[in-house]
């Protein structure tokens, strides 16, 4: 457990993402920033944290309930309030607002100092003697010279201007640093809270593959808006590393100009499913479904369904349904001849046909985690079928349909 001396200093960019922790020893979320009134008293005084809690809800949590700031946790005591957390025109996020803003370091007295000038990389918080956490260092980083990177430089909050002032065109470099950890949904989470042009700044940062996992897991809203503020070619390389039935989806809430002329601009073989999805109405099951399921055979194991959904290239939204396949099973026979039922004539009796499926109710984010979500496989002639390990399970055996002569499952 850290104490609480005088010089105890801790980087607020580095709590990003640190999990939060009852003094039972609970999870029940993680840090996401830090509240500040700027401008105001010298140095600013740190009011509590922002912490996300499930289901993606933010609230606020007083820096007075912090226990103690643990190796890669916060440990915190009392009641939390679930309320949602709304800023006030007076408070200021470390993470959001203040980094990569550019501001000036002048030595202390020193007032024909021009100063030197950079970007601000990361603000340290440390405890004085009345029990208050304030901001009293700031890690700013000067410009560097073609491919090396600037000097950092680490002064009193005094000797650092810059803050008082609004900034347009403040950068993206030390927050998406802050963000490099999280997950997609996390970070979707986080640019969601921020404001409409820091949140398309960051966007714009962040690489294809990257920004089409976090658009995946964003509001249709927050899509749109950003997906408008990019040029068209890097808009058609973002969709394509979406999934096709994502991008089919948001490419419905486009005018139908812009979104023909995305697809234009996208590879004829990323096209091609997504051209195909939008084929079918948003409210019927063409348009509900996607072109890349995710397909084991009965005989796997749950561990090997598992696995096959943790995988980094399946999104959320694929891993949400397992689907269990099996050799087109024969009719069952009837003692009455009038009764039995013919294949349709062209059928293959190679072509798989589908045995059931199971639904994996959380998402790819969370997958990872120690408690990881149950399945129950196809039952098998071998082994009888077992019972369900959770609640969450879905298992939907095939039936034969003697009006359609035909499996299908449910």
């Known amino acids: 457990m850290v104490s609480y001396a005088a010089d105890v200093r801790i980087f607020i960019a580095r709590l990003a993402g640190t999990p939060v922790f009852d003094p039972n020893g609970d999870q029940i979320g993680r840090i996401r920033d830090a509240v500040v009134t700027l401008p105001g008293p010298r140095p600013p005084r740190v009011h509590g944290f922002v912490v996300e809690v499930q289901p993606r809800r933010r609230v606020f949590m007083p820096i007075t309930r912090v226990r103690s700031f643990e190796a890669g946790s916060v440990v915190f005591t009392g009641r939390l309030d679930l309320r949602r957390f709304e800023q006030r025109a007076s408070e200021t996020l470390v993470l959001a607002d203040m980094l990569d803003r550019e501001v000036t370091v002048r030595r202390r007295g020193a007032a024909d100092d021009p100063g ?17 956490w304030l901001l009293t260092k700031v890690a700013v980083r000067r410009p560097g010279r073609g491919l090396r990177r600037g000097e950092t430089i680490v002064a009193d909050w005094e000797e650092v201007t810059g803050f008082e002032s609004l900034q347009p065109d403040q950068g ?18 986080a640019l969601h809270a921020l404001p409409p042009k820091r949140r398309e700044a960051v966007a714009a940062a962040l690489d294809d593959d ?74 019927t099951a063409g348009g509900m479904m996607t072109s890349e399921p995710v397909i084991v055979p009965p005989t796997a194991t749950v561990a090997e369904a598992l696995a096959q959904i943790r995988q980094e290239d399946i999104t959320p939204a694929v891993a949400a349904q397992v689907y269990v396949t099996s050799p087109r099973p024969s009719p069952p026979r009837s003692t009455s001849p009038a009764r039995r039922t013919r294949p349709r004539p062209g059928a293959s009796s190679a072509w798989p046909t589908s045995s059931g499926c199971c639904a994996s109710r959380r998402r790819r984010s969370s997958a990872r985690r120690s408690t990881a979500p149950s399945t129950r496989s196809a039952p098998t002639s071998a082994s009888p079928r077992s019972r369900p390990t959770s609640r969450r399970t879905i298992w939907s055996p095939p039936r034969w349909s003697t009006s359609s002569g035909a499996w299908w499952a449910r």
């Open 210 to 283: 990257r920004l089409a996992d976090v658009l995946e897991e964003l509001p249709e809203r927050d899509q749109i808006g950003i997906l408008t503020t990019l040029a068209a070619e890097r808009a058609a390389d973002v969709l394509e590393a979406m999934a096709p039935d994502d991008a089919a989806d948001l490419l419905q809430e486009l005018p139908a100009d812009r979104a023909q002329a995305l697809l234009e601009l996208m590879e004829p073989r990323e096209a091609a499913p997504v051209r195909r999805l939008l084929t079918y109405a948003e409210d």
């Open 116 to 132: 030197v000038t950079g970007s601000v990389l990361d603000v340290a918080m440390e405890r004085d003697r009345a029990g208050d």
């Open 172 to 189: 993206t470099a030390s927050l998406l640093a802050a963000y490099e950890r999280m997950r997609p949904a996390d970070l979707a989470s």
